[in-house]
């Protein structure tokens, strides 16, 4: 009896277009095709025929590597993308950050303050001031509280 054997991981199966080619093959061979072919024709009159079969293979080269390359499941312009992306766009050294939120809120919570003093400021030049209770430097220094906490003498 004959025994066909069947792959445990059916996900690197892929479906065959024509003469066992998938349709990503199959176009790039294609392509190649269409450009090597042509050129082979018209450089073989002003080149020897070795010269101008070299050259349709260099030219077709590139459209076979599409076709063929495969690492990881991946295809060769995926596996170009990420290389150069990895070499050459992002940073070679990565710094390791934490976001700390209760260092983000004091941030804030100081600049609320900071903008509050200055809202009260000039309230307080133009004559404006509001009786919201808010005192503003120049007015805590006079009245003799400057705000800050008396420390415990040591």
């Known amino acids: 009896m004959a025994y066909v054997s069947i792959p445990k991981d059916l996900t690197r199966i892929k479906s065959k277009f024509a003469f066992g080619l ?3 093959q ?3 061979f294609g392509a190649g095709a269409i450009i090597g072919v042509p050129l082979f024709f018209l450089t073989k009159s ?3 025929p070795s010269a101008a079969t070299l050259l349709m293979i260099i030219v077709m080269l ?3 590597l599409l076709a063929m390359y495969e690492k990881n499941g991946q295809p060769l ?3 170009a993308k990420q290389i150069i992306t990895t070499r050459f766009i992002r940073p070679k050294r990565r710094i390791y950050q934490t976001n700390n939120l209760y260092a983000v809120t004091e941030r804030q919570h100081k600049l609320i303050k900071e903008v509050q003093a200055i809202v009260s400021a000039k ?3 133009t004559g404006k001031k509001s009786g919201g209770g808010h005192q503003t430097r120049s007015s805590q220094t006079r009245s003799g ?3 800050r906490r008396n420390k415990a003498k040591k």
């Open 62 to 64: 590139p459209c076979f």
């Open 26 to 28: 199959a176009l790039c």
């Open 77 to 79: 312009e995926k596996v």
């Open 46 to 48: 002003f080149l020897p």
């Open 22 to 24: 998938t349709k990503r």
């Open 123 to 125: 309230k307080f030049v």
């Open 145 to 147: 509280n400057s705000g």
